[in-house]
């Protein structure tokens, strides 16, 4: 059975840092592509990242135009974790985080994604 179970949300001023993690666990998490979504209220649930396993030719990354150069998605896959390190935070980032895996390709759609986690509360305040 796969999980995922993500940590480390809170509140945090804007300008700030957080750093959010991912735990996993059932699922060939070394070659798994994963990624973070993230949802505001009222709101669709949106791509933030993704980052490829290590059988493709290298782990390559994805980022939405909203956080790149802000965001950073890196996994260990000694300790079968994902993280999502938050930098330069604004009020629109707000929003409940999401874990996703899928095996496969790097994909930007929701649907695409076959395990997620319970997600995770990040607020940034003005």
């Known amino acids: 059975q796969v999980r995922l179970v993500e940590s480390g949300g809170g509140l945090v001023q804007a300008g700030g840092s957080l750093r959010v993690s991912c735990a996993a666990s059932?699922?060939?998490?070394?070659?798994?592509?994963l990624a973070w979504f993230r949802q505001a209220p009222r709101k669709e649930r949106d791509f933030v990242a993704a980052?490829?396993?290590?059988?493709?030719?290298?782990?390559?990354?994805t980022y939405a135009d909203s956080v790149r150069g802000r965001f950073t998605i890196s996994r260990d896959n000694a300790k079968n974790t994902l993280y999502l390190q938050m930098n330069s935070l604004e009020p629109e980032d707000t929003a409940v985080y999401y874990c996703?895996?899928?095996?496969?390709?790097?994909?930007?759609?929701?649907?695409?994604?076959?395990?997620w986690g319970q997600g995770t509360h990040v607020t940034v305040s003005s």
């Open positions: 996703a895996a899928r095996d496969g390709p790097t994909r930007t759609g929701p649907d695409d994604y076959d395990y």
């Open positions: 980052i490829r396993g290590i059988s493709t030719v290298r782990s390559y990354t």
């Open positions: 059932g699922l060939t998490f070394s070659s798994a592509t």
